[in-house]
């Protein structure tokens, strides 16, 4: 059972004492029973419900894995290109609205399984939305500020893959990371942190980026075919957790309306919220926004 069943199942149970102790079976009895309480009542129900919209049910389960069986049926063409910015990548949100979207990836890994504290306390502290894209391998070392982020309504929880792997159909590398080579690797890649994220949180992720965000043309098709767009950035905000904070202030900067900033919240040690801090800060008084991606269509 996931915590936010558990939170359901603990509802239910408080209501269950309360109608228990407040009236009889039958409700004859019950003549006491005012207003206000039924006002309590109805709103633990509409809490109920609110909450197990998100439950972990059996069936969605089934469908993700239908669908995973179904798309590693299909026949797709081979690849001719292998990059960040390939056919179908989405880079930007479809506006002119002086909005910034902030995605932030946790890589997880030896290397890349740390929490930055302070950028996301910043975040918090001055009410930024942001997107986390996070490794099913962070997710793990994590699991206890995964599941607080993920309940927080300024973060949504996206799909940063689950061994980190560059997407494609051959065998490719990028950053010296060995990609997938196969339709069936494509789809694990993509679907087991689907599957974690979706049995941790009860939210089924919007949107893939790669470990390395490189593709090729058939593996973006295939992640839109399970559901998911894949999406880059048009900002590099922190160049992999390794810019100075002047760098990260210079970069984040160039934002223009609509602009997709990627960020990494894996790298405590890195100047990436220094810099961020500052960036973010100018950037609202300049007039900047900051939204979730699901806000706009994306191109
Ligand atoms: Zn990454």
């Avoid at 909450?51 to 069986?69: S, T």
């Avoid at 941790?200 to 973006?220: H, L, M, N, Q, W």
Wanted: glycine content about 8%.
């Amino acid at each position: 059972m996931g915590k936010r069943s558990g939170v359901v199942y603990l509802f239910m149970v408080l209501l269950m004492v309360g109608c228990t102790s407040n009236s009889s079976i039958s409700g004859v009895s019950n003549e006491k029973s005012n207003i206000e309480e039924n006002k309590v009542e109805t709103k633990e129900i509409e809490e109920i419900t609110e909450l197990e919209e998100q439950e972990i049910v059996p069936e969605k389960r089934n469908e993700l894995e239908k669908l995973a069986v179904e798309v590693n049926g299909k026949v797709y063409e081979e690849s001719s290109q292998f990059s960040e910015y390939v056919s179908g990548v989405k880079t930007r949100l479809n506006t002119d609205d002086k909005v910034i979207s902030l995605t932030l990836d946790a890589c997880g890994g030896e290397f890349g399984s740390g929490y930055d504290n302070d950028l996301i306390s910043f975040l918090i502290e001055q009410n930024i939305k942001a997107d986390l894209f996070v490794n099913a391998r962070w997710v793990e070392a994590q699991y206890d500020t995964f599941m607080e982020l993920s309940q927080n309504p300024l973060f949504t929880i996206q799909n940063h893959g689950t061994e980190h792997k560059p997407l494609s159909l051959t065998p490719r590398s990028a950053w010296g990371i060995s990609s997938t080579s196969t339709q069936s690797e494509i789809i694990d890649e993509i679907m087991e942190n689907q599957l974690k994220i979706y049995d941790a949180t009860g939210t089924i992720p919007k949107y893939f980026r790669s470990g390395t965000a490189f593709y090729d043309e058939t593996s973006v098709e295939i992640a839109e075919d399970l559901g998911l767009q894949v999406v880059n950035f048009d900002v590099i905000g922190d160049g992999g957790a390794t810019f100075t904070k002047g760098e990260v202030v210079q970069e984040m900067l160039k934002a223009q309306p609509g602009s997709i900033v990627i960020l990494h919240m894996n790298q405590p040690d890195s100047e990436t919220a220094e810099g961020v801090k500052e960036a973010v800060l100018s950037l609202l008084e300049q007039g900047f926004s900051f939204v979730h991606l699901q806000e706009y269509e994306l191109h």
